[in-house]
């Protein structure tokens, strides 16, 4: 298991390392709610079994049930980042289009590709990022093919999964599994390849990913990164990659010599993480793991999380506003939804596009090839696709199940 956890990285312990400061792409004083949030402290301090002797028998704990609300942007390499159109809004109540979608309806994310879907009828969230492997466009070969409709493909399984009609349970590796059969199976795209970073959050608060290449993603939680994935590569900026590989291609790489990485969902990291009120989950294509450290990333949802009010600053450490709703739902007047995940994915996508083209710093990236190829001289950022999906978390007993309005 290459997941790693990190426990205890308190804001004022970081070094900023980017030399901008962080912008608001919209006017982020519009989500400051003026009322006075309970909120729900967190302990690091072990929990001591609960003594239940005296409590009747056979009573069970209700059942935690947690809702999910997320948002992505993304932005092409060499195109403008506009951080009012490079965004979506996610919503349970959209139709899944079950049909891979043309060319004119993706979004301007490149070659990187990402989905956002309910499971079935169920609050669980299944959402992923695929980043498309350049080096087939040598082949003549356009990557945005195989990481769309591969997206598409885990998109319309997730939301077509039925669990009470004898479906074996949905996990991460399958859905992974089912995306890639559906492109093998798609005449329409004849070769190609993407990394692939998939999770499914369910209704308990149990999250499952399953990630293969150098996709990834960090799980913040009180002010401090809770853990994160590990890279999964061949040799250096050589990550491990699902393909289609057409037989010409075989033939000639064993008449001549050389060989074509194809890498399968069984050689996936599939880890399990449990899931708590007012957490932060972030997965992004390596346009923004080669451009911004962990700590980057954790000291730009900790300015919005405590400038709004969700999280907040105390004696004892950070608190997690007992109410996140107000943060995490638009008006239904709004043109442009603004939520706090979506300002969360922004400001993420915006950074990583800043630290891509800045020369004089170096980025993850940078310092890579500066360890193992000092020859080269690499310094500043990486320009790339940028693609992010950020989950903000939230736990309410009393809430409703989520009813199909279609």
Not at 48 to 67: I, Y
Not at 76 to 97: E, G, L
Request: aromatic letters at 8%; glycine letters at 8%.
């Amino acid at each position: 298991m290459l997941s790693k956890t990190h426990n205890g990285i308190p804001l004022k312990s970081i070094i900023a390392c980017l030399q901008y400061q962080t912008r608001p792409p919209f006017p982020l004083a519009t989500l400051l709610c003026q009322h006075d949030h309970r909120v729900r402290p967190f302990s690091s301090q072990p929990i001591l079994p609960r003594d239940r002797s005296h409590e009747p028998q056979g009573e069970a704990e209700p059942t935690r049930r947690f809702t999910y609300h997320a948002a992505a942007s993304f932005s092409a390499k060499y195109k403008k980042f506009d951080p009012n159109t490079h965004v979506f809004h996610f919503n349970p109540y959209n139709r899944i289009q079950t049909q891979k979608r043309p060319k004119t309806k993706r979004p301007a994310s490149g070659q990187d590709a990402f989905f956002i879907s309910r499971v079935g009828d169920t609050n669980a969230v299944a959402f992923g990022i695929a980043d498309g492997v350049g080096g087939w466009e040598d082949s003549g070969v356009d990557p945005a093919d195989f990481s769309h409709g591969f997206c598409d493909y885990m998109a319309a399984a997730a939301y077509e999964h039925k669990q009470n009609t004898g479906e074996l349970t949905l996990t991460a590796r399958s859905l992974m599994q089912r995306g890639y059969d559906d492109v093998c199976k798609d005449g329409s795209i004849h070769a190609g390849g993407s990394t692939a970073s998939v999770a499914i959050a369910s209704e308990d608060g149990k999250l499952e990913v399953a990630n293969l290449g150098d996709s990834g993603f960090v799980h913040l939680r009180l002010n401090a990164v809770h853990s994160y994935s590990e890279p999964q590569t061949h040799a250096f900026n050589t990550p491990y990659q699902l393909s289609i590989v057409p037989a010409s291609m075989l033939a000639r790489a064993a008449a001549f010599g050389g060989a074509q990485l194809c890498d399968y969902p069984k050689d996936a990291d599939v880890t399990q993480h449990t899931l708590k009120h007012g957490d932060i989950l972030i997965f992004a294509s390596d346009g923004v793991w080669d451009n911004l450290f962990n700590q980057d990333v954790l000291r730009i949802a900790s300015q919005l999380m405590v400038g709004l009010g969700a999280w907040k600053t105390s004696d004892g450490g950070i608190l997690v506003a007992d109410n996140l709703k107000p943060y995490t739902q638009a008006s239904d007047s709004a043109q442009r939804p603004l939520t706090l995940q979506s300002a969360l994915a922004v400001e993420i996508a915006g950074a990583a596009k800043l630290a891509s083209t800045n020369q004089r710093l170096d980025g993850p990236f940078a310092k890579e090839v500066q360890k193992y190829y000092p020859q080269e001289n690499w310094r500043g950022g990486k320009v790339d696709d940028i693609c992010v999906i950020v989950v903000v978390v939230s736990e309410d007993e009393k809430s409703d199940p989520i009813k199909s309005k279609l």
